[in-house]
Every structure is written in C-alpha cells, then in structure tokens.
C-alpha cells in the first residue's frame, strides 16, 4: 500500500513539475510576442541642413525646401530657414534660375517656357549663412504615355463584385541608361504610399535587364497603378481598384541615376515592416546625397537635388469605356 501510494505521489509530483514546465513555456512564449510601444528619451542630435530640389518641366512653380533636420520623434512639419539665397545654372546654356524667398518654401515661376531642357546638365548652388553648398543633375529623356486602358474583372476571392483594372501604355526609348519615377493618382489622390513607389530602369526594375527600348514590363505599367485597399466594413475583402467614374492620372518623370539610387535606398528606410521583424531589417540611416558643401567639407548636410523631364496622360472610366471592357473581356 505505501509503495502504491509513494507512486502515486511522485506521478502527481512529476505531473505538476511537467505543468509548471509547460506554463512558464507558453508565458515566455507569450511574453516574446508582446510588444510595448515606448516613448524613449533621446539625446537632441545636431541639426542639418535638409535641400529638398526636385525641379521639373511642369509649367507649375517649381519649389525647393531648405530646412533643418529634426529629432527623430518630432511630429512636426519643418520650417524653412529663411534668408538663404537659392540658384540653378544651366551649364550648357548659361541661363540662371533665381528661386524667390516665400512664406514656406523658395520658388521660381515659368512664364512662356518651363524649366530646363532635355540633356542640360544643372547646377544648384544654396547659400546659408555665408556657407555655401552645391549639387549638379543631368535632365534626362521621358518617352510618351501612349494610351491609359481600363481592364473588366469579374468578381473574385478579394473583390466581392465586378471591377476594373488599369495600365498606361508607354515604351523606354532605345539606349540604355535611361531611369525613371512613375507617379499615379486615382481620382486625384496621389498614389504614395511606401509600397506604391513605382521605379523604373529602362523598360524594367533595375540596370542589367535585358529590356532597353521595350514597353514597361507588367508590374510597373499595371501593378503600381491599382490601389487594393482594404473594405472598411468586410474583413478579408478589398475594395475594387477601379468602378465606373474613377480616374487615373500618370506621370513619368526622369531621373538621373544617383536621384535613382537615392529613392532606391529611400524606398528601403521607409517600407518598414513594423512589430517583431523590425529586429532583422536593415537599421535606419541617413540616405545618399549629391548635395555637397563648397570649402568647408565638414558642415554636415543631406537631401538631394534632382532635374526632370515629364510626361503625362489621364483618363476617366466612363460607362462607354465600361462597356467596351466588358465586350474584350
């Protein structure tokens, strides 16, 4: 009887131990998954100076931000620092662009002519404080948007109900080397989200492709330019990227290849995955610049300066457009 009895206690003993083992297991599991969000406090860096230049031939007033850069924490927009003196020069032709001081920004307006031409190479000087700072950017060549298409989709897993898809039509000019920011707003609203930064190298993703003097390859020409956003009410279900009455709206702008690097690495520091996986991605850190300081090379500076051609096209779904879809389908 004792033996069974000193059995049955260490069975019991052992079981509660095996418990024990198994709860503090789900609990540092659990405790792993957790997160916490903090507001730590940080040490004020010092401050840089920010040139924010990407000039285009919009005949639009071309702005350039000069500003200080901001703790990492800061909510805020930041403020211009005023008193600067801002300049492009055409080195080709010798023409200068004096930017005007206003209330947020430095800006130049186009009369008759927009700015710059294709193939001029530009040189951006910014003086603050009597510091002075320069950059240089070659415009490049933009091909035309061809035609913009509406596609008919039946419903499907995702989209609960008949949709629409779309895709502009353009080719990359023969020569390799060419780089490019494809810009897209729907009904007005700028696609750009971190995700939604649509580049191109030549007719494809990146320099090496075999795809000089092609028409943009699917994903850039039609993946970046359909929204899926999430249904606000259906778990699981998104929203259709196109129904009859909305609009799509494409601009593809030149970049020269450092711009191109530059929003490459950008893309990187700000498509973060968030959660747990920050632990493995790439750490935060300051971008390339081609902004550069003349004299005293240790004054710390960052942003970029970048000159672009651009072409466009919109178009809106109609329901005559609509029903032609529909009939290809």
Same mark, same amino acid.
């Given at each position: 009887?004792? +033996?069974?009895?000193?059995?049955?206690?260490?069975?019991?003993?052992?079981?509660?131990?095996?418990?024990?083992?198994?709860?503090?297991?789900?609990?540092?599991?659990?405790?792993?998954?957790?997160?916490?969000?903090? +507001?730590?406090?940080?040490?004020?860096?010092?401050?840089?100076?920010?040139?924010?230049?990407?000039?285009?031939q919009k005949m639009e007033p071309q702005k350039i931000r000069i500003t200080r850069s901001q703790p990492y924490f800061e909510q805020s927009i930041p403020k211009k620092i005023p008193g600067a003196h801002v300049v492009i020069e055409d080195l080709n032709s010798g023409e200068i662009y004096?930017?005007?001081?206003?209330?947020?920004?430095?800006?130049?307006?186009?009369?008759?002519?927009?700015? !710059?031409?294709?193939?001029?190479?530009?040189?951006?000087?910014? +003086?603050?404080?009597?510091?002075?700072?320069?950059?240089?950017?070659?415009?490049?060549?933009?091909?035309?948007?061809?035609?913009?298409?509406?596609?008919?989709?039946?419903?499907?897993?995702?989209?609960?109900?008949?949709?629409?898809?779309?895709?502009?039509?353009?080719?990359?000019?023969?020569?390799?080397?060419?780089?490019?920011?494809?810009?897209?707003?729907?009904?007005?609203?700028?696609?750009?989200?971190?995700?939604?930064?649509?580049?191109?190298?030549?007719?494809?993703?990146?320099?090496?492709?075999?795809?000089?003097?092609?028409?943009?390859?699917?994903?850039?020409?039609?993946?970046?330019?359909?929204?899926?956003?999430?249904?606000?009410?259906?778990?699981?279900?998104?929203?259709?990227?196109?129904?009859? !009455?909305?609009?799509?709206?494409?601009?593809?702008?030149?970049?020269?290849?450092?711009?191109?690097?530059?929003?490459?690495?950008?893309?990187?520091?700000?498509?973060?995955?968030? !959660?747990?996986?920050?632990?493995?991605?790439?750490?935060?850190?300051?971008?390339?610049?081609?902004?550069?300081?003349?004299?005293?090379?240790?004054?710390?500076?960052?942003?970029?300066?970048?000159?672009?051609?651009?072409?466009?096209?919109?178009?809106?779904?109609?329901?005559?457009?609509?029903?032609?879809?529909?009939?290809?389908?």
């Amino acid at each position: 009887m004792t +033996t069974v009895t000193n059995r049955v206690r260490r069975f019991t003993q052992n079981h509660i131990l095996i418990m024990k083992n198994i709860f503090l297991t789900l609990a540092t599991v659990f405790a792993f998954a957790c997160e916490t969000e903090i +507001t730590p406090k940080l040490n004020a860096p010092a401050e840089i100076i920010v040139v924010d230049a990407w000039v285009n031939q919009k005949m639009e007033p071309q702005k350039i931000r000069i500003t200080r850069s901001q703790p990492y924490f800061e909510q805020s927009i930041p403020k211009k620092i005023p008193g600067a003196h801002v300049v492009i020069e055409d080195l080709n032709s010798g023409e200068i662009y004096e930017f005007q001081e206003e209330a947020e920004s430095y800006f130049w307006y186009p009369t008759d002519q927009p700015f !710059g031409k294709v193939g001029h190479q530009y040189k951006l000087t910014v +003086t603050v404080d009597d510091q002075e700072f320069e950059a240089f950017s070659l415009m490049g060549r933009v091909p035309p948007i061809d035609s913009i298409i509406f596609h008919y989709n039946p419903k499907d897993m995702i989209v609960k109900k008949e949709y629409y898809t779309a895709e502009f039509v353009a080719s990359d000019p023969a020569g390799a080397g060419d780089a490019y920011w494809i810009k897209a707003w729907k009904n007005g609203a700028f696609l750009g989200n971190p995700g939604e930064l649509n580049m191109a190298y030549d007719a494809g993703f990146s320099a090496g492709q075999p795809v000089d003097g092609q028409e943009f390859i699917i994903p850039i020409r039609k993946d970046f330019m359909n929204p899926y956003d999430p249904h606000p009410e259906k778990a699981n279900e998104l929203l259709p990227p196109y129904e009859v !009455g909305d609009s799509l709206y494409v601009e593809i702008h030149s970049l020269d290849h450092l711009a191109f690097d530059f929003l490459y690495g950008l893309y990187f520091q700000i498509a973060r995955p968030g !959660g747990f996986a920050e632990l493995f991605s790439m750490p935060l850190a300051n971008t390339s610049t081609n902004i550069y300081p003349v004299g005293d090379e240790d004054t710390p500076v960052t942003g970029f300066f970048n000159t672009s051609a651009v072409s466009s096209r919109g178009l809106k779904l109609s329901e005559e457009l609509a029903k032609a879809s529909m009939k290809e389908h």
